[in-house]
């Protein structure tokens, strides 16, 4: 099971801060993520990282404004949004699959087998 926590309404040029544990889990290493979904659009790669070592993976559109880390004792990853702006609204999915060390963090909707419940976040103007 997934838990996200943190969303809410934000100014522009504002920061939040997402995040997501992992529970009830059978496997030892993981990637873990975030994709978001605005209305009408498709979902979308946030961010991941991985639990085993140190490697992460951030949307083009997001880097230098939004930083995962982890607290892997806690099978928890956390999101910091800085500089929001307005288009960053969604509501936000917090993502995880067992790691396979060999490839690299994978972007796309259809790798994560777990999903969270989504929260939302929106940014006004």
């Known amino acids: 099971q997934l838990q996200a926590s943190g969303g809410g309404l934000v100014q522009a040029g504002g920061s939040l801060r997402l995040s997501c544990a992992l529970s009830e889990h059978t496997f030892s290493n993981w990637i873990m993520g975030w994709f978001r979904q605005a209305p009408g659009k498709e979902r979308e790669f946030v961010a991941a990282?991985?639990?085993?070592?140190?490697?992460?993976r951030t949307g083009d559109s997001m880097k230098g404004r939004f930083t995962i880390s982890k607290d892997s004792a806690k099978n928890t990853v956390y999101l910091q949004m800085d500089s929001l702006e307005p288009d960053d609204s969604a509501v936000y999915y917090c993502a995880a699959k067992p790691e396979n060390t060999m490839r690299p963090i994978s972007t796309s909707v259809y790798d994560y087998p777990y999903w969270g419940q989504g929260t939302q976040v929106t940014v006004s103007s």
């Open positions: 990282i991985r639990r085993s070592r140190t490697g992460t």
